[in-house]
């Protein structure tokens, strides 16, 4: 079956620190995949999305790019804010359907 | 723009007892989600609606059921309650299928079982 892999947590930044959140799939086929953010108290809102290999994903600074040899979607930053802290969770969607599997989470604080 | 709306935000409930989260979406989505978030497990899916009048089995389905009303809401409903189903709660909606449209999500309702 389907799988997400994201790297283990929590992490801790002082701000306009780099960033870089790891995150592996398994799946069969040509899955869609996204990076969601949950800011406290708050439900998930999608971060960005890359539907094929080699798109790269980008929204308010934050990129992640479709790699299919690697089965691999690392989110990165070039300079945290301490307004980022929240907690990110990658995804993937299969091919012929609707249904998301998610990864575990990863907690980001960034300090000032 | 409301979107997707869970109530209640927050409930407690004793070991044994009853009751329904509701969910309605506003975006004229076909597709409904329930979700539950438990610490470093992610989301994990409970049950899903693909259109109005179908609903099918996620992940981790047993104890829970779900009735989807009409094509705004879709409730879910713990019928006797057990401490292991202390979760956060969360809905979802997006259009149908294959357009790589996202998934909006609620809020959320945290559950505690006693």
């Known amino acids: 079956g389907n799988s997400v892999t994201q790297m283990e947590g929590p992490v801790t930044l002082s701000e306009e620190a780099f960033l870089t959140i790891n995150c592996t799939y398994t799946?069969?086929?040509?899955?869609?995949l996204f990076w969601y953010v949950q800011y406290p108290g708050e439900g998930l809102q999608l971060l960005l999305k890359?539907?094929?290999?080699?798109d790269k994903g980008s929204n308010k600074g934050f990129e992640a790019t479709y790699r299919k040899e690697t089965t691999s979607f690392h989110l990165e930053k070039g300079s945290v804010q301490v307004s980022d802290s929240a907690v990110y969770f990658c995804a993937l969607r299969e091919t012929s359907g609707s249904r998301l599997t998610f990864g575990e989470g990863t907690q980001l604080t960034v300090n000032p | 723009n409301a979107g997707v709306t869970q109530t209640p935000k927050f409930q407690v409930l004793k070991t044994g007892q009853s009751m329904t989260l509701q969910c309605a979406q506003d975006m004229n989505h076909n597709s409904m989600y329930w979700y539950r978030q438990d610490p470093g497990m992610g989301l994990r899916l409970i049950y899903y609606?693909?259109?109005?009048?179908?609903?099918d089995k996620g992940e981790v389905p047993n104890g829970y059921n779900v009735s989807r009303l009409n094509k705004r809401e879709f409730s879910l409903r713990l019928e006797s309650a057990a401490p292991s189903q202390t979760s956060v709660y969360f809905c979802?909606?997006?259009?149908?299928?294959?357009?790589?449209?996202?998934?909006?999500f609620g809020d959320g309702t945290r559950l505690s079982i006693l």
């Open positions: 890359a539907t094929k290999a080699d």
């Open positions: 799946a069969t086929g040509y899955p869609s």
């Open positions: 609606s693909a259109s109005e009048g179908t609903t």
């Open positions: 979802a909606s997006s259009p149908r299928g294959r357009d790589n449209q996202p998934q909006h």
